[in-house]
């Protein structure tokens, strides 16, 4: 069975600090995608990445960053110099159909991530 | 077109009523799903529509509810004889082939 687990329920942290996300998943299927979405309080899911299992390299976009480590089933993500806007919770994950006839997102519990001034 | 649009926003209903949501997905997507968010979860899929061909349902989706998308636009949740437990946050997201799922800002059900 495929599983996303994000162990961190709630992380607070001082504006400029840097703060890591993590994201552990399970699944059988030697093909898949991870996903994070940051939700916030207004509700709507905003899409901030898609990674499949055959590329590995590590990706930057701005403060942000992901690291996909097949070794560890882990696709964490780091933001860097943390700002009051990035407050918010933070989604990752998978799909192992992605393309075919099932679309579903399997997602973990999330994690809270509270940015103080 | 600026993104999934969600309808209605905010929906109390009592106990054993009917209530119908719509979802008008980004133009010319072709795929549509929606989920389900209940408080500190995430997302949870319920029924997937590629066109107007309704592809796949979740066990999550008891027979109270039923998802159509008629003309392969937009797509309405209906469930029927509400129960406190349809208490959540139901969200639609849309696609194109196989590009990312952009989602809407979903439908907050209260059911009193």
């Given at each position: 069975?495929?599983?996303?687990?994000?162990?961190?329920?709630?992380?607070?942290?001082?504006?400029?600090?840097?703060?890591?996300?993590?994201?552990?998943?399970?699944?059988?299927?030697?093909?898949?995608?991870?996903f994070w979405?940051?939700?916030?309080?207004?509700?709507?899911?905003?899409?901030l990445i898609r990674r499949?299992?055959?590329?590995?390299?590590?990706e930057?976009?701005?403060?942000?960053?992901w690291?996909?480590?097949?070794?560890?089933?882990?696709?964490?993500?780091?933001?860097?110099?943390?700002?009051?806007?990035?407050?918010?919770?933070?989604?990752?994950?998978?799909?192992?159909?992605?393309?075919?006839?099932?679309?579903?997102?399997?997602?973990?519990?999330?994690?809270?991530?509270?940015?103080?001034? | 077109?600026?993104?999934?649009?969600?309808?209605?926003?905010?929906?109390?209903?009592?106990?054993?009523?009917?209530?119908?949501?719509?979802?008008?997905?980004?133009?010319?997507?072709?795929?549509?799903?929606?989920?389900?968010?209940?408080?500190?979860?995430?997302?949870?899929?319920?029924?997937?529509?590629?066109?107007?061909?309704?592809?796949?349902?979740?066990?999550?989706?008891?027979?109270?509810?039923?998802?159509?998308?008629?003309?392969?636009?937009?797509?309405?949740?209906?469930?029927?004889?509400?129960?406190?437990?349809?208490?959540?946050?139901?969200?639609?997201?849309?696609?194109?082939?196989?590009?990312?799922?952009?989602?809407?800002?979903?439908?907050?059900?209260?059911?009193?």
């Amino acid at each position: 069975a495929q599983k996303v687990t994000q162990a961190q329920t709630e992380i607070s942290v001082v504006e400029k600090e840097d703060v890591t996300l993590d994201c552990v998943y399970e699944t059988r299927d030697t093909t898949y995608y991870l996903f994070w979405y940051k939700q916030p309080p207004s509700g709507e899911l905003v899409f901030l990445i898609r990674r499949n299992s055959f590329d590995e390299q590590n990706e930057i976009s701005g403060r942000y960053s992901w690291n996909f480590q097949k070794s560890t089933s882990s696709f964490n993500f780091t933001i860097t110099a943390s700002q009051v806007v990035d407050s918010a919770v933070y989604f990752c994950a998978l799909s192992d159909s992605y393309g075919g006839s099932q679309g579903n997102l399997i997602f973990g519990k999330g994690t809270k991530l509270s940015v103080k001034p | 077109d600026t993104g999934v649009s969600q309808n209605p926003r905010h929906k109390i209903t009592k106990r054993g009523q009917n209530v119908t949501f719509r979802c008008d997905p980004i133009s010319e997507h072709n795929r549509l799903y929606w989920y389900r968010q209940t408080l500190g979860q995430g997302p949870e899929f319920l029924t997937y529509f590629q066109n107007e061909a309704q592809l796949e349902k979740s066990r999550l989706l008891s027979d109270r509810f039923s998802a159509e998308r008629p003309k392969g636009s937009f797509s309405t949740l209906e469930i029927q004889r509400t129960e406190q437990g349809d208490s959540a946050m139901y969200l639609c997201a849309s696609s194109r082939g196989k590009s990312e799922a952009f989602f809407g800002q979903g439908t907050r059900l209260t059911v009193v």
